[in-house]
């Protein structure tokens, strides 16, 4: 059983980050993480080109450098961007000078008020510290589990379908790695969205 959707006692635990906002809105917000990446940000970002959608693009500081006009593009097309750190370290595994350190280096490349931790993983700590830089913690409510190699993708895709509410922040991710996934996922998941009556909005 995949934990698509992160329990309300979770969020409720750790209320010093955002999970997701209110029902009222009426709106998802849809998050893509790891990118800028050649092709497969590109195909993201015609897609919500077409939809006319905006969103929120968690970059990887490293990949900015990487692929600085497909970061450029992400801005010009009106999208938020957010901290990923900048080399996608993994925050239990790391001593948290090192880690600050990181997402530091990420901030010269990024100019954002919102930090995602890789993994989803984060310590009330580095929480804190990340919010001393001027930077909010967003967490997500709702994982398309697109980065999993031997996904059964249609019946995830109908999971994630049954589960999604408006006010959501969901998770796809914008990497080759998920690239297959990802093209089978999201335009089925911005149609449904759509025909729900619901719209998109980018985390502000
Ligand atoms: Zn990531």
């Known amino acids: 059983m995949k934990l698509t959707r992160v329990p309300n006692w979770i969020r409720k635990s750790k ?3 955002i ?3 209110s029902v009222s809105s009426k709106s998802i917000f849809l998050t893509f ?5 050649e092709e497969v940000t590109e195909w993201v970002l015609d897609l919500l080109d077409q939809e006319n959608i905006q969103a929120t693009f968690f970059c990887v500081g490293n990949n900015v450098a990487l692929n600085p006009k497909i970061y450029q593009r992400i801005l010009d097309s009106g999208h938020q961007v957010g901290n990923h750190s ?3 370290p993994n925050a239990w595994k790391t001593p948290t000078e090192d880690y600050l350190k990181d997402v530091e280096k990420a901030k010269e490349v990024i100019q954002s008020n919102y930090f995602r931790p890789p993994y989803g993983k984060i310590s009330n700590k580095i929480v804190k510290e990340v919010e001393n830089m001027g930077m909010t913690t967003v967490m997500w409510s ?4 697109d980065f999993e190699q031997d996904l059964d993708v249609e019946k995830q895709l109908k999971n994630v379908l049954s589960k999604v509410e408006p006010g959501d922040v969901v998770v796809f991710h914008d990497s080759q790695k998920s690239f297959s996934n990802l093209k089978k996922m999201l335009p089925s ?3 449904y969205v759509k025909d729900q009556g619901w ?3 980018r985390i502000d």
């Open 189 to 191: 998941f911005v149609k």
């Open 86 to 88: 900048y080399t996608h």
């Open 142 to 145: 709702l994982l398309s589990y």
């Open 15 to 17: 209320s010093d980050r």
């Open 19 to 21: 999970w997701d906002f």
């Open 33 to 37: 993480d790891d990118g800028p990446q």
């Open 199 to 201: 719209s998109f909005s």
